[in-house]
């Protein structure tokens, strides 16, 4: 992948996520809708970041001109993750994916590894095949009862100064910094932490969606408040994604808010747990 292809992949996934989310679309669920301007703007953003970052983990499959699948993957000091991939609708079951997967596994070498995944049957089977471990997700969605909101202590608004301690604490919890990750994600999300000595964790919060977007902490209560927190956040609906059964804590938040809980895809993991107190990004991991 080059920079010139930013635009071109951001088309790709535009098509494939969409008919992804109409496939798996509850009965009960608005139909699904292409991604807005911002939207589009902002994962060319992301896509920009992973490709100065570690442009080795980052490959695209072309037909002419034409991208037709992609493959976007990180190597964090010790840790590999994957933070999308896809292959357009007319093109899968051609052996794409498989080529596009094999390369990026290539670029993690034995690092351990994780991701989300959707539970597209043919993309979980090549994740169980390279010997990743599928961790059942839980959503969960709906408007945040106000009236349940806790008084929260503790907490303050996170600087760039914090950044150090919260590598050391994503090492222990997940087994690997974020590192520029951090960086990247303090220019567009809003980060919320606590930082005493016995109750450390962080949570960004996406303002624009109202949810949290990534939560790591020491300990589940620790973990509680940060949630918390970020539902306060929220106006209308809200969304908090990426709850293994490890991380029933935030299923315990969240129905006392009065959030609806569904299924919803797999944390893939190999060589490493699946981690805990965590809520994973969906595109940092």
């Given amino acids: 992948m080059a920079r010139d292809d930013l635009a071109a992949t951001e088309r790709a996934a535009a098509v494939t996520f969409l008919e992804g989310d109409r496939l798996s679309r509850r009965a009960s669920e608005p ?27 980052c490959w695209i499959a072309e037909d002419g001109r034409d991208v037709v699948g992609f493959a976007i993957s990180q190597n964090r000091e010790r840790l590999w993750y994957l933070a999308t991939y896809g292959v357009l609708p007319g093109r899968q079951g051609k052996g794409i994916g498989k080529r596009l997967m094999d390369a990026v596994l290539v670029h993690a070498g034995d690092r351990p590894g994780l991701f989300s995944s959707t539970v597209h049957p043919a993309a979980t089977r090549r994740y169980r095949l390279a010997g ?9 969605v709906g408007t945040v009862d106000r009236s349940t909101l806790p008084a929260v202590h503790g907490l303050r608004e996170g600087r760039a100064d914090d950044l150090e301690w919260m590598d050391e604490l994503d090492t222990a919890v997940r087994g690997a910094g974020h590192g520029p990750d951090h960086v990247h994600m303090l220019e567009t999300l809003r980060l ?76 893939a993991v190999r060589g490493m747990p699946a981690p805990a107190p965590y809520l994973a990004s969906g595109h940092y991991l």
Avoid: K
């Fill in 192 to 267: 919320v932490v606590s930082d005493a000595p016995d109750r450390r964790g962080y949570v960004y919060i996406d303002e624009t969606a109202g949810r949290p977007a990534l939560l790591a902490a020491d300990r589940p209560e620790t973990a509680e408040t940060l949630l918390w927190e970020a539902l306060a956040s929220a106006r209308g609906n809200t969304l908090v994604n990426c709850i293994t059964t490890d991380n029933h804590w935030a299923v315990d938040v969240g129905l006392a808010a009065r959030l609806d809980i569904g299924q919803e895809g797999y944390i």
């Fill in 31 to 57: 139909e699904p809708e292409p991604p807005t301007e911002e939207q589009s703007r902002r994962l060319i953003d992301r896509l920009d970041h992973f490709l100065s970052i570690d442009p080795d983990g």
């Fill in 132 to 140: 990743f471990t599928l961790h059942p997700q839980m959503r969960m």
